[in-house]
Nanobody, 124 residues
Framework: QERLVESGGDSVLAGGSLRLSCAASVLTRRYWCMGWFRQAPGEEREWVAYIDDSGTTRYTASVQGRFTISADRVKASLHLKMNSLKPEDTAIYYC??????????????????WGQGTQVTVAS
């Protein structure tokens, strides 16, 4: 059983920055894919970004150029640096892992383990 713990959520003004972290022992494994998802009130969970064990990254169009996903295998931590935040980025952010192989997907159902989420609120 892998455990994921997010931190770093906060309330900021539009244009501000935040760095989310996810403590993830799965990063010490040989094969993995890690993703960030978010869920706004009344909305479905939305894929934000992913990174695989080779360092390949991908982002949803609405955050491309503003968000950066990274993974520190030594510290077993996943990060999401969020710049130029907009009110529409307001959501609970979740990290998720897939360890059966290192293929990454944008569908939440493809991921095996989830954190409890951290709230990001962006005020205009």
């Amino acid at each position: 059983q892998e455990r994921l713990v997010e931190s770093g959520g906060d309330s900021v003004l539009a244009g501000g920055s935040l760095r989310l972290s996810c403590a993830a022992s799965v990063l010490t494994r040989r094969y993995w894919c890690m993703g960030w998802f978010r869920q706004a009130p009344g909305e479905e969970r939305e894929w934000v970004a992913y990174i695989d064990d080779s360092g390949t990254t991908r982002y949803t169009a609405s955050v491309q150029g503003r968000f950066t996903i990274s993974a520190d295998r030594v510290k077993a931590s996943l990060h999401l640096k969020m710049n130029s935040l907009k009110p529409e980025d307001t959501a609970i952010y979740y990290c998720a892992s897939r360890i059966i192989d290192n293929f990454c997907y944008t569908e939440a159902r493809r991921y095996d383990y989830w954190g409890q989420g951290t709230q990001v609120t962006v005020a205009s």
